[in-house]
DNA sequence: TGATGTGAAGCGGTTCACAGCC
DNA sequence: GGCTGTGAACCGCTTCACATCA
């Protein structure tokens, strides 16, 4: 039997939580965990571990609890860390070039296989073991590597039609540092990081605006 | 007469964006702006940019629209644009420095003024203009350059302590990029980016874990 | 007994639709 | 007439509470 369901973003990205918990855990030579004892040490709701999980499947044992090493397990299919994902980054200024040497030298499941750019001052030099290529050849480079993730570290006004060229490409999973909004096709996944409007949330909220607020409202209505 | 209202983060991250198309608009000479236009030209809700812009007084005129320049004002002073803001940024690794880097030369009103690291190799060096410090000396130099925004860009199990001792200086703002849910006082606001769970989300999604997903359930309920 | 899995209630944010005002 | 500002409806996520089952 199958039961068609959406799942929401914010449930998945918390299976990336459980999973470093459970990682602990199982450093720790823990077999068993319950979702009230992942709650109290981890600050979790344990309703809410076991909503996420149950959309994926029966993974706990009622009485007992989860097995670390099963979930775990699991928890790595489910977010595909099972298979390797080629990583490209376009855009090979500071936070491109940034991005590749943090991502480049991380031990995971990611690894960047080309920056590429338009700048020819750029073209054939390296970051780290990570090569510069012209945007021109972008096409080819992603099929030659078989590449299946791409970031884009472009500024604002390149962005959109960068994702299109990534798009064109055949790349399904697209993150994105430029500050604007990108309009992505049906079936490509764009996640947006606007290191920007973060910063300017943190501004908001020592200019006291945030949080709670007094809303000024004079004799008519109108604010001065 | 004041009303007391509490104002959702969503809202005043929709804030900048808003900012951002009222910066291009006032580029381009754009005197007045509906909330319809800005629907139909940026992609975004026309009801929830009144909804957003109404938390925080009567910016627009009706049956005409928003003026550019005022509420652009508006919005500057809102997201405390209008005053600088001294940063520092804790852990002068690879991330720490890309971000040093890229922050460093943006054109705003953040201004790194310090990286701090525990490791002796690198106390005393530069990136860019930014000098790192001992972190022994973190209270001192954020009370002498007057620092209130704090970037945690150190490894996870240090994290947490970290953040203690830039809550015990005095520091309200924070940004976090260690991949660890961080406790916090009240009064201190902590944005957190997690660059692994966003990969994750993308190899989750890759994976079809993500979106429509096919719940698999045997005889007895039970997944193998 | 005790922890999971899950309908139901609760809650917050989004969208609708229209009253109010220029 | 037209657009803002806003109560009301709507929707989806979170939390609760308990039936279920090892």
Redesign the pocket.
Known sequence: MMKAEKI?E??TNRLSIYLRCLNELAAEGERMV???SLESRFNL????I??D??NFG?????????YVKSLREHLITILGLDKEHRVCIIGAGRLGTALADYYGFKSSNFQVFALFDIDKTKIGKKVGKVKIFDIKSFAEIVKRDNIDVAVIAVPGEFAQNVLELVTRAGIKAVMNFAPVPLRVLDGVKLKTIDLTTSLESLSCFLAGSNGKYLKPISK??RIY
Request: proline share 0%; aromatic share 8%; hydrophobic share 30%.
């Open positions: 929401s914010v449930s319950s979702s009230g709701n344990s309703a809410q076991r909503k999980l149950a029966e993974f706990g044992v009622r009485g007992v609890g989860y008519n209505g």
